[in-house]
């Protein structure tokens, strides 16, 4: 079943984010919700999808059921169940019309799972397990057995348990660190032990992980299991998930890619997608991504470091191991702060079109600095506007492109039509919209985007004070809708209605210069 590539494995990837990462308390997600997060993972091409628990309620039936229509035969839908056979039914029926199917069955072979969750004998739990893969193999082929709380387990009882399901009839044997329990060190040799008898005892069966990060360890664990033998690795988007979450796929899938000879496999996982299923994801659930998040944090690719900044103007491998493109981010970003060096700053003036006088420098990286200290985080759109006070004064544009700039607005808001005037200007072209909106923030939005005239959708937005009293911070994300590309805005104003309008100038702005490079490079031309 495992396929080779310049004589490594595929590692296969199961996301369970529809079922282990649903359980996260306040992220149940309606039908429409869920169809939109398996359009996005389908687009991800993981190789399994993990949609649901339908014995849990009708709900989840209908969900599992409708979703597993919409997945093609190129990849496998599966749905947990406990080893009885009501859930094992469930499993069958919600399934049955699918290309790709799997029942999952899951059932506890640590001691304290036997004792005191199940209150049975070891031999009897055996024979449950047993009894219900002999159940399930005869409804559908591909049965995925997982033996939960195994990091906690005896070794012999659990191997005793994998032999036995693998004879009745199991294709995937999944070994869960199901409380965070493990260390990546013994996990990997636990993985390498298993591996190593089941590959004697049925070659074609495949060995999967799915760790839980209560103790930080879920991607290293998982990384050090694929090290050992492991086939398969079950993971969610963004690591979200019971308690601490799982293993994040984003991270798993990257670590491979980028030490593919040390972990000998790769995976089909088509990263350029990992970010927007990124966003997807965060958005429908509500749950925000950590700004340090590795991968797919605000931050991952973020630089405010004037040695760093430095570095990286150099060459990118000074301090970027992964290019933000090939995940699908946006370009690396250099954040403008009071720490930033004059390198720095002049590269984002150069880039923005400004060329400064030698004898002006200076002065002009003086008078950034003390806007740096005020706003804490400096944008484009101030930086335009700083170099406007210095416009035929040491400052010129060069081979500039026209850029949005916000010259005036006016929102009005009341409970029945909130209403929004703006006023932005590019070049010599002024541009004047009014529009009605369901808030304030959303007729603003409507009016910006139709008077800048450019095919985007608003992706995210998100506000947030510095400090009470003080700059608010407005942030949005924009997608264009050509060729999928992700633009980032911000702006830090004390007004965060103005702070909203700047963030969203700003956002258009680098889809105004992408477009500018993109006819350059057609037309054979240097920006």
């Given at each position: ?17 529809l079922?282990?990462?649903e ?7 309606n039908?429409?919700?869920k ?9 991800l ?7 649901g ?8 039936f209908?969900?599992v059921?409708?979703i ?11 749905a ?16 049955k019309?699918?290309?790709s ?17 199940f ?11 047993v ?6 193999k ?11 709380d195994?990091?906690?387990?005896s ?22 660190d ?36 209560d103790?930080g ?26 308690r ?5 796929l ?5 670590g ?26 965060s ?10 998040k ?9 630089h ?6 430095d ?11 992964i ?29 923005l ?11 002009v990286?003086?008078?950034?600095l003390?806007m ?17 006070k ?8 060069e ?19 909130p ?8 070049g010599?072209?002024i541009s004047?919209?009014?529009?009605e909106?369901?808030?304030a ?19 995210e ?5 510095i ?6 911070l ?26 909203s309008?700047?963030a ?12 500018a ?6 037309n054979?031309?240097?920006?």
């Amino acid at each position: 079943m495992n396929d080779v590539k310049d004589n490594k494995r595929k590692i296969y990837v199961l996301d369970t984010t529809l079922r282990d990462g649903e359980q996260v308390p306040g992220a149940k997600l309606n039908l429409g919700e869920k169809m939109e997060v398996a359009r996005q993972l389908i687009r991800l091409q993981v190789d399994m999808m993990e949609v649901g628990f339908p014995s849990s309620s009708k709900g989840d039936f209908e969900a599992v059921r409708a979703i597993s229509k919409i997945i093609g035969r190129d990849i496998t839908v599966t749905a947990l169940g406990r080893a009885v056979r009501g859930d094992i039914d469930s499993i069958y029926e919600s399934l049955k019309e699918a290309q790709s199917p799997m029942i999952h069955i899951v059932l506890g072979s640590s001691g304290v799972h036997i004792q005191k969750k199940f209150n049975k004998a070891p031999e009897q739990v055996l024979a449950m397990g047993v009894d219900a893969v002999k159940y399930a193999k005869g409804l559908m082929p591909n049965v995925q057995y997982s033996l939960e709380d195994a990091s906690r387990s005896s070794f012999e009882y659990m191997w005793q348990t994998i032999e036995a399901v693998v004879k009745a009839g199991a294709t995937i044997i999944n070994i869960p660190d199901t409380v965070g329990f493990a260390v990546p060190e013994e996990f990997g040799h636990l993985i390498f032990r298993i591996n190593e008898r089941l590959k004697n005892l049925n070659p074609n069966v495949l060995l999967s992980v799915h760790c839980h990060n209560d103790t930080g360890l879920a991607t290293a664990n998982t990384l050090a299991a694929v090290r050992n033998g492991a086939d398969k690795v079950e993971c969610t988007i963004n690591g979200i998930g019971e308690r601490a979450g799982n293993t994040s796929l984003e991270e798993v899938v990257m670590g491979i890619q980028l030490h593919a000879d040390y972990y000998r496999g790769y995976t089909g996982v088509k990263t350029n997608e990992i970010y927007t299923t990124s966003k997807v994801v965060s958005a429908i659930m509500g749950i925000d991504v950590q700004v340090n998040k590795a991968i797919t944090g605000e931050n991952a690719f973020a630089h405010s470091s004037g040695i760093h900044q430095d570095g990286l103007l150099k060459s990118k491998e000074v301090y970027e191991v992964i290019e933000p493109e090939t995940v699908g981010a946006p370009p690396m970003e250099l954040v403008l702060t009071a720490r930033s060096g004059r390198h720095a700053f002049i590269h984002v003036t150069q880039k923005l079109g400004y060329k400064i006088e030698e004898k002006q420098k200076e002065t002009v990286y003086t008078d950034f600095l003390e806007m740096a200290d005020q706003k804490k985080e400096v944008y484009d759109y101030d930086i335009m506007m700083l170099m406007s006070k210095y416009t035929n004064n040491g400052v010129q544009r060069e081979k500039a492109i026209d850029l949005w700039e916000l010259i005036d607005f006016e929102v009005i808001y009341n409970t029945k039509i909130p209403t929004a005037m703006v006023k932005i200007k590019k070049g010599e072209t002024i541009s004047c919209k009014t529009k009605e909106g369901y808030g304030a923030i959303d007729a603003l939005y409507s009016a910006i985007l139709e008077a800048a005239d450019l095919p985007v959708s608003l992706l995210e937005y998100r506000i947030h004070n510095i400090s009470r009293g003080k700059e608010g911070l407005g942030k949005v994300s924009i997608q264009v809708m050509y060729e999928d590309n992700l633009f980032e805005g911000k702006a830090i104003e004390k007004d965060i209605i103005r702070a909203s309008a700047i963030a969203l100038i700003n956002a258009l702005n680098k889809v105004v210069q992408e477009v500018a490079v993109q006819e350059s490079k057609n037309n054979g031309e240097n920006l």
